[in-house]
């Protein structure tokens, strides 16, 4: 494992959270009500200690800016805002890190919330351990609309992919991602921060810093309330760029692209041979796509209590699976079929 120094660095704050934000400021000043609730919190807690937290605002080149928001928090958090062009969220948080000076950099999408408690759950589980990274689980509040709970759904859900992304029970490695995400200030500048991958860098992030002998350290209960997209035209967008950035992924670290990462293909090649045995009048495999729906729905209705989201989860777990499944067969077709170096689907921005 490797050894931490934690000495290396002048360190002002426990935590710099850095957020970057893209024609978000509404979602963003709920992110800000969260973290102002927690963090005033936490710093009579700590007073003792060094300054608990500030927060780096770095606005990616919005067209609708975030500097008006963030003015409304300057007198009760210590807070920055910088305003840079268009690079994308992985450059707009080491824009963030660059200016940081906390022992730990953590790192929310701007479309998060965080839930009361979550401070002294993440103190509880880092405060005796060596990890150099960890990360927390995202869950959907009450008053997310109906599509909202059935993306979060089709995204965490065993019955879907959610097994694959990472948890304690879950198929594979436990990798944080941005939405959520802390790292030690030391590891982040030992693998020289985020990379210029266009989709996946945060996984790429976290698999460079595991590599270099760090732990990763799963964290149930700092989980953040997240948003996500809002329609299933974007939904199904991110998810398909997901699916090309595991491949990408695999070529950069071997061996990370697992049997299971193979499923939504799988899923998506049934899917279309079921379809095409229905004017043949064969149904037989159309009956255990529908069962499968049916099954979505009742856990759906089980987890959200709400059926208007309930009935929107066999879709957008379809959406989830088939684009996810896609993205990741056209991926392997450019790079290991038509020797291309890099694989890209839907680029008009990094935040869609």
Known sequence: MQSIKRTLYPM???YSIIIPVYNRPDELQELLNS?????????KKYKEQSPFAEIIIVDDGSQTASDA??????????????????????????????KASGEWLLFFDSDCILPEGYFQAVEQNIKDTEAGLWGGPDKAAVSFSPIQKAI???????????????????MDTYYPRT????????????????SNLRFGEDLDFSMRILKKGYQSLLIEEAYVYHKRRNTYKTFFKQVYNSG???????????GTLKTVHLLPTLFTVFLLFSLSMLPFGNYIPAVFILAYMLILFADGWRNTKSLSASARIPFTS????TGYGMGLLHAVVLIHILGKNDARAFEKSFYT
């Open 12 to 14: 002002n704050y426990r």
């Open 35 to 43: 973290l102002q609730q927690e963090i005033l919190q936490n710093e």
């Open 69 to 98: 928001i963030c003015k409304k928090f300057e007198s009760t958090l210590k807070l920055k805002y910088i305003y840079q062009e268009n690079t994308g969220p992985a450059g707009a948080r080491n824009t963030g890190a660059k």
């Open 152 to 170: 979060d759904y089709s995204m965490t859900s065993f019955l879907t992919t959610g097994g694959i992304r990472g948890k304690k029970k879950s």
């Open 179 to 194: 939405f959520n995400l802390g790292v030690r200030r030391s590891a982040f500048d030992e693998v020289g921060g985020f």
């Open 244 to 254: 090309m950035a595991r491949v990408v992924l695999n070529k950069l670290h071997p």
């Open 318 to 321: 379809i959406l989830q699976l």
